[in-house]
């Protein structure tokens, strides 16, 4: 049940882009995106719902391709504040019961 | 506006002793409620959610259990703890049909 991200880690220089995946095995309804500082809970980023749309917060978007059950976060420009590990989060149905959060990716910007 | 609260923050406990974790939700009515756990450096693991009082479903075996009695109050409990139960315990609520998940501070248990 547990969607699968790539990659684990990423370390990126401040501005450099990045590019996080996630893949699930099941039909999904929607995608979620959370980063989760260490030692610190995890903050919602965005939700995407079935109808591959594409969303954006501020440098940070995302994708959602319902056919091929994937979703893709994209990172431009990156911050040191972007530092963090990313996990993608999975719906089955709008109801909301059964969420499912990814194996996550380990996202480090350096200076 | 919408608060979770959850105790104790930290929490160390010897093998084979009970546990109780407490979370509370204000501001809202009839939450969705989680109780997730995030062993150290691993991403996290729903154990159990709930869509009402007294209505439990458990994602995994285990010797934990959770109860919730009443609307906004999501207890989680072990009769006896075992070394594999140390991790990062987290609670979030959801409103049905509104997708974001709202996570309390978490509780870092450690079992030795």
């Known amino acids: 049940q547990q969607p699968v991200q790539s990659p684990q880690a990423v370390i990126l220089r401040e501005g450099e882009d990045a590019v996080i995946n996630c893949s699930s095995s099941?039909?999904?309804?929607?995608v979620h995106w959370y980063r989760q500082k260490h030692g610190e809970a995890p903050v919602f980023l965005m939700i995407l719902l079935k109808g591959g749309e594409q969303k954006g917060h501020d440098k940070i978007s995302a994708s959602f391709n319902e056919k091929k059950q994937q979703s893709s976060l994209y990172l431009t420009a990156s911050q040191l504040s972007y530092s963090g590990t990313y996990f993608c989060?999975?719906?089955?149905?709008?109801?909301?019961?059964?969420?499912?959060f990814g194996t996550g990716t380990s996202l480090t910007v350096i200076p | 506006s919408q608060t979770i609260h959850q105790w104790p923050a930290t929490l160390v406990q010897p093998v084979g002793s009970p546990l109780s974790l407490e979370c509370t939700v204000e501001g809202t009515s009839n939450p969705n409620l989680y109780w997730y756990r995030q062993a150290a450096g691993r991403g996290l693991q729903l154990l159990f959610y709930s869509v009402g009082i007294g209505q439990i479903s458990s994602e995994v075996p285990q010797n934990l259990s959770a109860s919730r009695p009443q609307d906004r109050q999501f207890i989680l409990s072990s009769k006896k703890l075992l070394l594999s139960d140390s991790g990062f315990y987290l609670c979030a609520f959801g409103r049905p049909f509104d997708y974001e998940q709202y996570f309390g501070p978490g509780t870092r248990l450690t079992v030795t």
């Open positions: 989060g999975t719906l089955k149905s709008n109801t909301g019961n059964q969420f499912y």
């Open positions: 099941k039909a999904l309804y929607s």
